[in-house]
């Protein structure tokens, strides 16, 4: 700003009054000045075409889709095969997993001689999908409520294990004489310590490779039955070491993306809100058609993301760091932490104390009692009443109360706003850390069972929930 260039100031350099300042500029003039050279734009480049051809064209649809798929741009050749109405272009993947398959069929087993048909089966291929549905999402809790298998493409099974009969006297009790009485369904399945006791060779035998979506979840459950899973596959870890960021690796955005599949959802088969029913309460012909794809698909994808290794060159990636760690996951979510709820007890009750005291004093400093909680009556407390300066409103009409906002207010010197930074952080580490701890302990363990999720970040990091 004083001398106006960078040549002036280094012909001027010892002008400057700051020694150091001083020295540089005089030592390293000719550093500065091959600095600017390199960020310098050339403006003389000599071009030899005519700048019309530089002109934007619409591209060649199967000359760039070809161009992108052998780049390996997978996501934006699906999105411009569809926007250019070429699906099964030149070059695609037309193998019959990546096609639109035939209609699955799903088999219900229930009989001991049935399901040892699909484990002689599943023995004999070396290779079988599984998966398990049980009556909640925490694996160390939850009751396992049916296994899934896949052998080959286009053929599952479902085997039932702890399904229930909705039939209940209390209920038909209630209805009167005229109503209507509909048969129940009639439960037919293997007793579960029978079935765990026939699978069990099959699921430790490493000679037989056990693939599943987010496999991790079916080994605790089959841990609890006293199964060891190994070897494993995991398609989702696969989709993530490929793919990593690029989208979802849940199993219907998978089907979706590489079997143009649209799976069953599973508030379909259960419902939401104050209807929604724990999958042992699902009736059979439901439960066999979701479940049973499940493994179906599960193997498809398998079929389809793992050649992509060695064509990607994530091989060792693969076999080397992610599919070894889900099993170390496992055993970590096993053990889980140790936690003192005597001593969380005692912090959420001094914060609680804290909480109360902090709030005699705001509502002090505002001169009347609030919510401070609420953004729109701090807003309005801070603003209108104590007329601060600095209010903004957003979109809502309502003033911005965000940490930003109120330690701006508290470098003015304001005392409120500091009194209001500490009750919410406060009630941060009370909500979200001390009574959140407390009611996440397992009350078999005495400890707390966290889930690691190594799909999640783009960064590669585990996540935890």
């Keep these: 700003n004083e001398y106006g260039t960078l040549d002036d100031v280094l012909a001027r350099a010892g002008e400057i009054k700051q020694n150091k300042r001083r020295e540089k500029l005089i030592e390293q003039a000719d550093m500065a000045r091959l600095s600017r050279d390199l960020v310098t734009l050339k403006i003389d480049v000599p071009i030899d075409v005519p700048l019309s051809t530089f002109v934007v064209k619409k591209p060649d649809p199967v000359a760039l889709i070809g161009f992108l798929r052998e780049q390996g741009f997978r996501s934006l050749v699906i999105t411009l095969e569809n926007r250019f109405g070429l699906t099964g272009s030149a070059g695609a993947d037309n193998t019959p997993e990546s096609a639109p398959a035939e209609k699955a069929t799903y088999d219900l087993v229930q009989t001991v001689g049935a399901l040892q048909t699909w484990i002689d089966a599943a023995h004999k291929e070396g290779v079988v999908a599984v998966d398990t549905e049980t009556t909640g999402l925490d694996a160390l809790q939850v009751e396992h409520v049916v296994i899934s298998l896949c052998v080959k493409p286009g053929h599952a099974c479902y085997i039932p294990l702890a399904h229930k009969s909705i039939e209940a006297p209390a209920l038909l ?33 490493v000679g037989v490779l056990k693939i599943g979506q987010n496999i991790k979840y079916d080994m605790h459950i089959f841990e609890r039955d006293g199964i060891s899973v190994t070897p494993i596959d995991d398609t989702m870890v696969l989709s993530y070491c490929l793919e990593g960021g690029l989208h979802n690796h849940n199993m219907d955005e998978l089907a979706k993306r590489f079997l143009n599949v649209e799976t069953i959802k599973f508030k379909e088969i259960v419902g939401t809100g104050k209807s929604q029913i724990t999958f042992d309460y699902v009736p059979l012909k439901k439960a066999l058609d979701y479940a049973a794809e499940d493994a179906e698909v599960t193997l498809r994808l398998q079929h389809v993301l793992k050649p992509r290794l060695a064509q990607e060159h994530m091989v060792n990636i693969y076999e080397t760091m992610e599919r070894p760690l889900i099993s170390v996951m496992r055993h970590m979510e096993s053990l889980g932490i140790k936690v003192d709820a005597t001593e969380l007890k005692r912090l959420s009750d001094d914060f609680a104390v804290r909480l109360a005291e902090l709030e005699i004093e705001i509502h002090k400093l505002a001169g009347r009692e609030f919510n401070i909680g609420s953004p729109k009556q701090l807003g309005e407390i801070l603003f209108d009443e104590l007329a601060i300066p600095g209010g903004k409103k957003g979109k809502t009409g309502a003033y911005g109360t965000g940490a930003d906002v109120l330690e701006g207010l508290v470098h003015q010197g304001h005392e409120l706003p500091v009194k209001v930074l500490e009750w919410r952080q406060l009630a941060k580490l009370k909500s979200t850390y001390t009574d959140a701890l407390i009611n996440q302990i397992n009350p078999n363990t005495g400890r707390i069972h966290t889930s690691y999720s190594q799909a999640v970040a783009s960064t590669g990091r585990l996540a935890s929930s």
């Design 173 to 205: 009790d209630l209805l009167d004489d005229t109503s209507p009485k509909e048969p129940f369904e009639k439960i037919i399945q293997i007793e579960k310590q029978t079935a765990i006791d026939l699978l069990k060779p099959l699921l430790e035998d």
